[in-house]
């Protein structure tokens, strides 16, 4: 199996020695594209499809030719990422759901199933964040962020288990986050979250590794996507303070987190479950 990269760069922007030329203080202003990955025809649910992280990894696994079911509360954004796929010569299929509502996983595994036939791979992206100091919160934001952060990942996982378990493919990707490491004043419940995305990350991958199913996690640092909007009053400031924590100096593209997760699903990573990659330029090392 070939896998094979491009940078789709244009006369006067390469840089040096025909690397990606880098924007200040984010990622490659043209990030590589995975062109073949061994995923062609693999069907893939991602939620959060419709923005972000999702949204990229959807286009990146269009380009491979994985047909993609984009999961997300807003329709309208949905159907525009769905269009960028299938004008790049991709199929998607849009299941408007809200993570947080308990019927969603086996909604979502049946309209895959009823479309497709078939579930192949399985990408738990969607989340909630706010970052708020303890006495601001209530059980409903907390709750909202359980549901939609831990619950659904875990759920969905089981809905889809008996279409995964006839897969070749068989791989889940869930995306978590480096505040579940750093252990940041103030994002007490959603770092509590994505640490327990990890533990189940890697319990799951014990658990299903017998069936073949590999079950890995990505641990995104500061990413260039909308969520920061959710609790940055001031996002030209936010990005600041975020680039300034991050060794490499730069906040990452959607589109590098994309690599990993296409990388991941496919067979390249067939000999890999239980892991959970950090990445974050660096975020996590102690530079004390």
Known sequence: ????????????IAGIDGRAPMQEGRGPATPPAL?????????????????????AAARQLGTVGAPVVLVGRR?????????????????????????????????????????????DGLVNNAAVVRHM????????CFDEHVATNIRAPF????????????SPVRSVVNISSSSGT????????????KSALDYLTQTLAGELAPLGIRVNGISPGPIDTPIHATWADDLDEAYRWLSGQVPLGRIGAP????????????????FMTGAVIPLDGGQVIDRE
């Open 133 to 140: 100091p303890l006495a601001q919160w209530d059980t409903g």
């Open 35 to 55: 062109t073949d990955a061994g995923l062609r025809g693999a069907v893939v649910i991602v939620t959060g499809g419709s923005s972000g992280i999702g949204a």
């Open 75 to 119: 329709e309208d954004p949905l159907n525009e990422v769905a269009a960028q796929i299938t004008a790049a010569g991709g199929e998607a299929l849009c299941v408007p759901a809200d993570l947080a509502d308990p019927d969603s996983p086996h909604r979502i595994t049946d309209a895959c199933l009823a479309r497709y036939g078939r579930i």
């Open 255 to 270: 589109e590098e987190v994309a690599l990993w997760i296409t990388l991941l699903l496919s067979p390249m990573a067939s």
């Open 1 to 12: 199996m070939l896998i094979c990269f491009t940078y789709e760069q244009n006369a006067g």
């Open 155 to 166: 759920f969905l996982i089981q809905a889809a288990l008996p279409a995964l378990r006839e």
């Open 182 to 193: 750093l252990r940041r004043v103030g994002q007490s419940v959603y770092g509590m979250t």
